[in-house]
């Protein structure tokens, strides 16, 4: 999958046309959203000059939005609308984004809303002493190693936007994935694994609102998915890579 790539816009509109100008782009945001080129975007204005705006739209690739969306039914309709500020336009780049990025503080990691690293330990306790017990689980992990929950506490709340324990003492995502190879963990186990986490995060006292439950079974279901997926035949090794960053709507880190 091509890197995604960020077109930034740069407008200078003066007071007079301001609320024409962000009434052409309401409209024009229609074909916009519509087209599958277009991942995310956003029109914001400056606070200590209104007369100046950034409009960031985040596309699957530059390519894809030169020779995607411009060559698609949906850009005439959109340029209809914007074609009166094409001479307003002071700046129009396409950006690839680095590595340097992340959240501040004003908005709680999952890892600090579910209770930090007391929460992530209590719900493997828990789970495991489920697993334990099950039926359709316990042969999976037959001769569990006693540092196991403890560890998978340590991934989950490292996942979740935690301390890099996990990272520092066991390894990356490749490490993790490893761990399941030749299991051939079927769909039935992959789904009563989710059942029961889902159970114990109750029973554990993680929180119940419906944003942090959300999250955390996105990345339930995405990691359990991966998990029937390298525990196969046909898996093949993943390359390196970091242990994955989960957030509040956050879509998977690894894609293609």
Not at 150 to 179: C, D, I, N, R
Request: glycine share 8%; charged share 20%.
């Amino acid at each position: 999958m091509t890197a995604q790539t960020v077109e930034y816009i740069r407008y200078r509109v003066p007071e007079e046309r301001s609320a024409e100008f962000l009434a052409a782009y309401a409209r024009a945001a229609t074909p916009l959203a519509a087209s599958p080129q277009c991942v995310d975007y956003e029109l914001a204005r400056c606070e200590e000059e209104p007369d100046h705006y950034i409009l960031r739209i985040t596309w699957t690739s530059a390519e894809d939005h030169l020779q995607g969306f411009r060559m698609s039914e949906h850009f005439p309709p959109f340029l209809a609308e914007i074609r009166p500020y094409v001479s307003a336009i002071e700046e129009m780049r396409h950006y690839r984004p680095t590595d340097v990025r992340g959240t501040g503080s004003a908005v709680p990691t999952l890892y600090d809303w579910a209770g930090g690293a007391e929460a992530f330990s209590g719900l493997t306790e828990v789970f495991y002493g489920k697993v334990l017990k099950d039926d359709v689980l316990a042969p999976v992990f037959a001769g569990l190693a006693p540092e196991h929950a403890e560890h998978v506490a340590l991934w989950l709340a490292e996942v979740f936007g935690g301390p890099q324990a996990y990272s520092a003492t066991q390894g990356g995502h490749s490490h993790m994935v490893a761990k399941h190879f030749g299991k051939n963990i079927t769909e039935a186990q992959r789904r009563r694994w989710v059942n029961l986490i889902q159970d114990a995060a109750d029973e554990a006292g993680l929180p119940t609102d419906a944003e942090f439950r959300a999250a955390f079974l996105a990345y339930i279901e995405w990691g359990t998915r991966l998990a029937v997926y390298f525990s196969g035949p046909n898996a093949e090794r993943p390359t390196e890579q970091p242990v994955p960053k989960w957030n509040w709507g956050a879509a998977p880190p690894y894609q293609g």
